[in-house]
């Protein structure tokens, strides 16, 4: 006679601070002063709970954050911008690889401000604001300085929803004009020649080569996109096609 092994009631799922009952139904699960906080999500769709699970979050990090009036008033940057990144992992619909962008951003703008990270939001004025963007304009990009200071705003609105600060200092910080690129692309008739040219290879590949570089063209998929496309995908009789995105990161729909 087999023993039967006991069923868990408790099971993790890829996304931090989500369990699921043995029931179906899905959890969340947070920490505060030490204790764990449990809330009931009241849906058995993963969807669905991930989405109630990023309110959630946001709101109790909010409430944890101002826990304390005198930590909340003294609040520095760098905590605001802790705290900005968190609010971006509990976004579910922005791709790893966004995430990281503006990781990457807000670095950069902790290395051309010194000091920046460690002053209290409610010391940053519209004079040191005009500094910072009269002198990180003349090295960085016009790209790159619209987005670090698009980064510096959201950071200075975690302090405004926190209580810290009522005005906006950053306001005077100014977009620079970006030029756009000039793309030179062939013509239809270059690129079907260009699409022959490929198919007349002598490559055993030369014909997938081809349909790769059509289909990539005539979608506008990346190149890891269309290698996730799988036969369930595509529906002839709606001429659709659906596109999950990069494996690991959420789909484009």
Known sequence: MKLRKPTKTWKRTRTQNLIRHKSGSY???AFAGGKEVWKSLRTSHLSVAQAKL???????????SN???EVSAKMTFGEAATTHLRNLDDNLSIKPRTRDYWREVLLA??????GLNETEVRKIGQSDCKKWARVYAKTASPTRYNNAAAVFRHVLNVAIEAGVIYSKPAVVVKRAAVRGKQISL???TKFNAMIAEMRAGHSRDSINCADL???LAFTGCRVGEAREIAWRDVDFDA??????GDRGEPGTG
Not at 239 to 244: A, F, T, Y
């Open 213 to 215: 570089a059509a289909g």
């Open 109 to 114: 703008l902790g290395k051309s401000w010194p």
């Open 54 to 64: 990023a309110e959630f979050l946001k709101e109790h990090r909010k409430r944890t």
């Open 186 to 188: 062939p013509t239809t």
């Open 67 to 69: 826990g304390n009036g």
């Open 27 to 29: 959890y969340a699960r």
């Open 239 to 244: 001429g659709e096609i659906v596109v999950r």
